[in-house]
């Protein structure tokens, strides 16, 4: 049987990213701004045509929002958030733990320093290698 995916709107990524700011401030100077709404429609219409499972969708999601940073701050808790809510919503597990010290893994993604495998057995079972910048 087939399984209708549901997809994250523009407008719940936007979303996403005020509750973020609002919740988690990390610099005096961080404000829920849009840099980008043309990425964020990029990000959810590229997420929609990609072919894969959930996971694939995911690792594609997590990347994207904190790479192409489509927000003036908080790219890397928004794409946390946002990518976390598709999962859970999909019925699959997230298992990235919610600590502070995960943002070194997402300063990694967002310098390549990790392939979308390692991203997607990250996201599936919460392990990967600690970041080091060489």
């Keep these: 049987m087939f399984k209708e995916i549901k997809y994250l ?5 936007i979303e996403y990213n005020f509750l973020v700011l609002t919740l988690i401030k990390v610099k ?7 840099a980008s709404q043309r990425k964020i429609e990029f ?13 694939d969708k995911a690792v594609f999601l997590l ?13 890397r808790r928004t794409a ?3 990518t976390k809510e598709f999962v859970t919503e999909n019925g699959e597990r997230f298992n ?3 600590d502070p010290l995960q943002a ?15 991203i997607k057995e990250w996201i599936k079972h919460g ?8």
């Design 9 to 13: 709107s523009v407008e719940k990524i």
């Design 28 to 34: 005096k100077a961080d404000q829920p701004k849009v």
């Design 43 to 55: 990000i959810v219409q590229a997420c929609k045509e990609l072919e894969g499972d959930i996971y």
């Design 63 to 75: 990347k994207n929002i904190i790479k192409l940073h489509a927000f003036a701050s908080g790219n």
């Design 80 to 82: 946390f958030i946002a």
């Design 96 to 98: 990235i733990i919610d």
């Design 104 to 118: 070194k893994i997402m300063l990694g993604v967002r310098e390549g320093y990790y392939t979308d495998e390692e």
């Design 127 to 134: 392990k990967i290698k600690p970041f080091k910048r060489i």
